[in-house]
């Protein structure tokens, strides 16, 4: 007996969120793995072979690739059909342009904070009650990033701002080189 | 096992599998912070410790976040976890009438039973797998890691397995990139020595359920209500006993689809809500979705017992049961523990130590969550905006961690654009995660099994029957899958708009 009343409760998947997308999406994710099923298809038969077929490093691969090339084909082949049967959804549906702008600007700010790791690395040994400690690009490198990302995403006073990025830095550089013994990446 | 105990019980061990189980419950607790975000973080972390230390420490965090989900659940009605979206639908029902308290005590109880009818049937029913494992040669250890992977694509995406499976192949093709483990040829290199090595696993977990979700999250802008008082917690015990063959029957369910590799938490809550739903007396049927304790109970039963039942295939064949036990799984590797059929004679009395680890974290669990709702109920007011960024020092950290080594946390960049780029795709991305942890076993195998049949007869290998019921199983997986996607492909295009 069911209610009509109750919500309606219904199991997507282990992962929420995936599934159909719109038949444009669908039939561009399926050009984009059919191209790259291709590429690695090659690749795999362009392998050195040392011993006999049976164990060449490229057997599985090629396999793999071959068998990703069939789902792709049958995903473009179903989105097609759902665009034939009459599916009209705009090319991001579900999707708020905003947000995935937004998205982006941090994927680049991230993308920076990495690069600035690296690119600055330097490295400065100091003792703090009896304490050997490493300074780094790590601990300038975050406290900036995570100033910047705080301030744009939640827009609270500065010295709030500063005060958290300053200490979570602290806090986790003194952890992880005092208690777990890990070096901090931005040095040497 | 009294030695397994023993260690668990000393107390660094104790402390670190309580601050474990109160870090999992409080990230559990936080909406958009997975048990798999959480255990794949960790991983990097746990590099430092020592292997018992690791253990417990990533025991608890596993046992304490797939709770804490249930808290966000009732009370802000956001589930903290996905499989807490069966809790969230009664829990905040309940939370609304003034019962928010006694929906978490309740939930808190089911959690510790759950929790314990999953070590216990995994106790059980680990030396029967162990001892029908060791039959289990190459031929048969290919076809396993095969259906772990496709199987965890089908649970994964739901009407659209096709994508699941994709996931995982894209996850097998990333762990091709290196040198070949029998001939040491380099593939996929591209002359970069940096990939010799191939791409490191934690460095991908990290990117694609880390930074992913704070790419994902940090952007959108809505924000949950906060309650104001949560009420009584501890729960009449005639509730408990009258829901308690309910507990049972869905704490044996959950287990057995953790048991099954790929099929996580989120199934089992599902599943033994709806079955708690059909096999409910009418009256309490009535209630269901509305604010049942017993729904409440059957779904948080579930999703704890599968914590166990995730164990089961991780430590007996290596083939993780979900995404957060692969994360167990990576971490196991970073210590040189090889878990599988022969886990009992390279490491003796290692088993023990887990089951008692995770006895252990379970009745800790039940103490800590009581004392940890309320400050649960504060960190919902800490605005999401400050909360996510903090993560992101610490995702960059745990990739670094493993092999000190920024191409990793390059890497973890590009599997957290990556694992963006699925969600705008609508693919799912824990099917990547077996990929890649699958794919070496898969291919050693394949090739070692491939050279043993070398001049045997299609006869010769169809008569080894486990790897023959293993193919048909994978073709059937197959077969589902495809009337699956036809079926969607179908009934989507009969509900599009005009």
Known sequence: ?188 | MIDGLLLALSPTLLAMTLAGVCLGIIWGALPGLSTTMAMGLLIGLSAGMSQEISISFMLGVYTGSVFGGAISAVLINIPGTPDAVPTMIEGHQLAQKGEGGQALGMAIAASFIGGGIGIILLIMFIPIVLTFALNFRSWEMFWLALIGIMVSGTMAAGAMPLKGWIAGWLGMLVAFVGLDSIHAVPRFTFGTYALFDGVSYVAVLIGLFGLAEILRTLPAKDMPTIPSKVGRIIPPLGLLVRYAPAAVRSGILGTFIGAIPGAGANVASFLAYDIGRRRAKPEERAKWGKGSYQALVCAETANNANIGGSMLPTLALGIPGNAAAAALLAALTLKNVVVGPTIETDHPGLIYFIYSSLIIANFLMYLAAFALIGPCVKLFSLPRGILMPLILPVCVIGAFAVKLSIFDVWIMFAAGLVGWLFSVFKFPVAPVVLGVILAPLADENFRRSLFIFEDKTLGFVLSQWIGTILMVAVILVLIEGAVRVYRGAHSHGASAPD
């Open chain 1, 1 to 188: 007996m069911t209610h009509s009343n109750q919500p309606e409760i219904k199991f997507e998947g282990e992962e929420a969120g995936a599934g159909f997308a719109s038949p444009t999406i669908d039939l561009i994710a399926a050009v984009a793995l059919i191209v790259l099923a291709i590429a690695m298809m090659v690749a795999s038969v362009a392998l050195p072979m040392p011993g006999a077929i049976h164990t060449a490093p490229g057997l599985l691969p090629f396999f793999v690739s071959a068998s990703l090339l069939l789902m792709a084909l049958g995903l473009g082949a179903s989105a097609i059909a759902r665009r034939r049967a009459g599916v009209q959804l705009p090319l991001f549906a579900d999707r708020d342009m905003t947000t995935d702008f937004r998205s982006l600007l941090l994927a680049i700010a991230v993308g920076v904070y990495i690069a600035a790791l690296q690119v600055l690395a330097f490295q400065q040994n100091i003792t703090l009650f009896g304490a050997h400690l490493r300074i780094s690009a790590f601990e300038p490198a975050t406290i900036v990033t995570l100033c910047t990302i705080i301030h744009l995403s939640w827009r609270g006073p500065i010295w709030i701002t500063a005060s958290i990025s300053i200490t979570w830095t602290i806090v986790l550089s003194l952890v992880f080189q005092l208690i777990f013994r890990i070096p901090l990446p931005g040095s040497f």
